[in-house]
């Protein structure tokens, strides 16, 4: 049976967000939902990075950028996220051999881009050299 991971988040009367009703997040009124999904896509492609550089005994680390395009799916007439684009900016050290492997497991494995129903276009950056 696979690994069964479960999650819960609410919204306060205040606007604030809450993971398990413990951590507060108050985004303010100027983040959308939009930015959310964006903001989790980073956080999400970040953290399977990081995962499979230690299961490869690495270290990763960096920033992301997403950005977006939504308006109405030719398939359905929904409005949804159409164009996805996911900026990488990070160091893997020491410096790999089989990089493109790496980073194909980390596009992979983020389970937020996995979720969306647009593919993702990643650009990344490594140690300093666009790949």
């Not at 205040?14 to 413990?22: H, I, P, T």
């Amino acid at each position: 049976m696979p690994k069964r991971f479960e999650y819960a988040a609410s919204i306060n009367r205040e606007g604030a967000l809450c993971a398990e009703d413990r951590d507060r997040l108050d985004p303010g009124e100027t983040w959308t939902p939009e930015h959310l999904v964006l903001a989790a896509l980073c956080r999400c492609t970040l953290s399977s990075l990081r995962f499979h550089a230690e299961r490869d005994g690495l270290r990763a680390a960096g920033t992301a950028a997403a950005s977006g395009v939504v308006t109405k799916r030719e398939k359905d007439g929904r409005y949804a996220f159409v164009e996805l684009l996911c900026g990488m900016d990070v160091t893997v050290e020491p410096a790999p051999d089989g990089l493109g492997d790496l980073l194909a497991r980390a596009e992979r494995d983020c389970f937020v881009g996995a979720s969306l129903t647009a593919s993702v276009e990643y650009e990344w950056r490594v140690n300093g050299e666009l790949v």
